[in-house]
């Protein structure tokens, strides 16, 4: 039942136990304090007062009879000023006596009290009557005589029984003010003796609720600092009791639920250590291969930057032939243009000749009709000599010379004829061929205008290949350095890796020591 009070309703209970205590002490106290203070006041206000006021009644009244006394031993003149002053003197100590007195009778008093009281006035009034007022008339009428005479015989006897009066009221004073304080001791005794009891029941109350209390807070703070040095040992198994239902059953239910979680974290950690030595075992390997990769890739790139600068300096050389080809394609072009004009005359030329040879053949073929005509008019002539007989001999002699020209010019003309038939026939070859070259010409013109084009592309793509190479070298060199960077960051993580493998083994070994 108490282990389901939480901690601080015992603490609480305990304490409230613990503040009734002390009220009822601080009440009893209060309640003896205030006693004292009541009987103080009383006998500050009382027994004090009425001390006092006896004390002044008894002193002006022996200061009265002193005053008397002295002007007995010195008798003055009546009606004198010292005897005036003496008298006036003597009735002011006695009337600031008759003033205390009245003091005094004005206090409450106990029915003893007062009847001791009312005694003591009964012998006070026949001592002024008696005594005191007669002496004092007496100095004063100057009959110091009668005076003396009372204040020797009559006022002794007076003044003794006030006095035997004054001493059983002081007897009955002192008798109250030793009441007043044996009552105020017996007050005190068990006032004392409360408040010991009560402080005796705070005590048994404040040490039965301090080992309630302890036994609440240091056995279960007991059970969880073995709990806490069982984790802290490694064992994650060890048992805790959380049936509590107070603040320390919460707190060994959070120790409980820490336990539960450093377990399951633990497990976690066992799992991801074996992993990551797994992965950084792999991943060790990994970057040795791939650092062997990255150097072999290093050392091609460092080939491949060489053999571009070679390539480069290829290319730019193409770059410069393909140039001086271009300039010998363009003259070539030229010379080919200018041939080719060449070659276009040569056929308008032999085109000429051609023209000219068919003319001739017309001209030849003029010829044999005519040397056919002079043929036949000397064959005419030869028949007409021949008919003339001797008359015509000569002019037959004629017509056979006419007629062996006319033969003559004919086998020319034929001659002639086979000779500009040939011509013509070489002519006409030749203007084919002439034409053939022509066209072979053009055709070699826009060829070489191809070419030159053709030249040009490649120079302009030898340009742009030399640029792009020229890229691509300082693509190649940016890469060998990034490469070579790699390489260096491949090495570093392959040694974070390694470290990485060591710190999962160490993490590995560290939580291996757990017993979950």
Known sequence: MLQQLSIKSRVFAAFGCLLVLLFAVAGTGQFATRSGS?????????????????????????????????????????GSDENRALVTKARAYLTTSKNAYARYQALPKSEEEQRLADAVNADFLKLLSEGIEPSLDGIASGDTASAQN???????????????????????????????????QYLLHWVSLGSIGLLAVAVVIAIACGIGVQRAISVPLGQ????????????????????????MGEMMRGLAEMRDGLRQTLQAMLSSSEAMATATQQIASGNADLSRRTESQAAALEQTAASMEELTATVKQNHANATEAS????????????????????????????????????ITSVIESIAFQTNILALNAAVEAARAGEQGRGFAVVASEVRTLAQRSANAAKEIKSLIDAANGRVEAGAGLVQTAGKTMAEIVASISRVHHIIDSVSLASREQTDGI???????????????????????????????????????????RFRI
Request: proline content about 2%.
């Open 38 to 78: 009541t009987a103080l006041k009383q006998t500050y206000s009382v027994q004090t007062a009425a001390a006092i006021a006896l004390g002044d009644f008894k002193y002006n009244l022996a200061i009265t009879r002193v005053t008397i006394d002295r002007g007995l031993l010195r008798p003055l003149a009546s």
């Open 150 to 184: 009372i204040t020797m015989n009559t006022t002794p006897n007076l003044a003794l029984a006030l006095t035997k009066s004054l001493t059983k009221l002081n007897d009955v004073l002192l008798q109250q003010g030793e009441q007043d304080y044996n009552a105020f």
């Open 224 to 247: 969880a600092l073995q709990a806490c040095r069982r984790i802290a040992g490694g064992d994650l198994s060890t048992p805790i009791d959380t049936r509590r239902g107070d603040e």
């Open 327 to 362: 300039d010998v394609a363009q003259q070539a072009s030229a010379i080919a243009r200018n041939g080719g004009g060449v070659m276009d005359q040569v056929v308008e030329t032999m085109t000429a000749i051609s023209a000219q040879s068919q003319q001739m053949a017309s």
């Open 470 to 512: 020229q890229q691509v070298n300082q693509a190649v060199n940016q890469m060998d350095e990034s490469t070579q960077q790699n390489a260096a960051l491949v090495e570093q993580t392959a040694a974070a890796a390694l470290s990485l493998a060591d710190q999962s083994r160490v993490l590995q070994s560290s939580a291996n």
